[in-house]
């Protein structure tokens, strides 16, 4: 029997020993606006996790769910020539998790993870746990503490 991506996502949060817990929910988070409407927050509260390839290596970027990331802004901080949004495929490769439940956490394989400064807007802001019925609300510290991320603007949306 395998890990189910909840399970892996807890365990992994648990050893931090920050009490944070995976809410699984009835209602689709799959997009940011769907997991707006089931947790009832604003759209920019969803951290949402997207996955690029700069120069064929792995990047993640966490975001805000309201804000689009600037291709120039990732490309000036990875030092990259071409950047460009993973297929649905390499998402699932790469992470382990299926688009719309794709979480910064837990991954199979290290990379840089890049944090938007447009999160920082909220006191808390909810990442999917690994399904696109999942979500795990968190503080920016307690986000910057389980990711290992990187503070960076790549929104162009800095409002702290």
Known sequence: MTITEIARVQKYIDGFGLGLKVMELEDNTGTSELAAAA????????????LFMADGSPVMVVASGDVKIKGGRLKRLTGSAKV???????????????????CPLALPE???????????????VYAAAGTARSALPVDMDQLQIITGGEWADLSGEIQE
């Open 39 to 50: 947790l009832g927050v604003e759209v920019g509260q969803i951290a949402k996790t997207l």
């Open 110 to 124: 290290r990379m840089h993870i890049f944090l938007d400064l447009s999160m920082k807007r909220f006191p808390v």
């Open 84 to 102: 460009r949004m993973a297929d649905p495929e390499t998402v699932k490769r790469i992470t382990g998790y299926s688009v719309g439940g794709v």
